[in-house]
Nanobody
């Protein structure tokens, strides 16, 4: 199983940008699909986006499409979430996720999680 550690969260004004990073341990990182989820207070964890093992394919939730971009560097065992045009409704704890082959949008079907990093967007 892969170990995941997120970083890069913080406080930003609406319209601003942040880049989250997720560092993974283990020599098999390049075999994993990677994803990002988020959870706002009082809400269920929701899918944000994901990237396949090679970085050649990405998919996003409609709520972030066109504003967020996922990328990965397999040489550094790291996946990134670039967030532009942030809105107050993007405020949440953001979690990195890993799964062999495919990241399902249902968080109950994801096997590996990081500890989360807080993103707060002020209006």
């Amino acid at each position: 199983q892969v170990q995941l550690v997120e970083s890069g969260g913080g406080l930003v004004q609406a319209g601003g940008s942040l880049r989250l990073s997720c560092a993974a341990s283990g020599r098999t990182f390049s075999r994993y699909a990677m994803g990002w989820f988020r959870q706002a207070p009082g809400k269920e964890r929701e899918f944000v986006g994901a990237i396949n093992w090679s970085g050649g394919s990405t998919y996003y939730a409609d709520s972030v499409k066109g504003r967020f971009t996922i990328s990965r560097d397999n040489a550094k065992n790291t996946v990134y979430l670039q967030m532009n045009g942030l809105k107050p409704e993007d405020t949440a704890v953001y979690y990195c996720a890993a799964e062999f082959d495919y990241i399902n949008a249902d968080p109950k079907l994801v096997g590996s999680w990081g500890q989360g990093t807080q993103v707060t967007v002020s209006s």
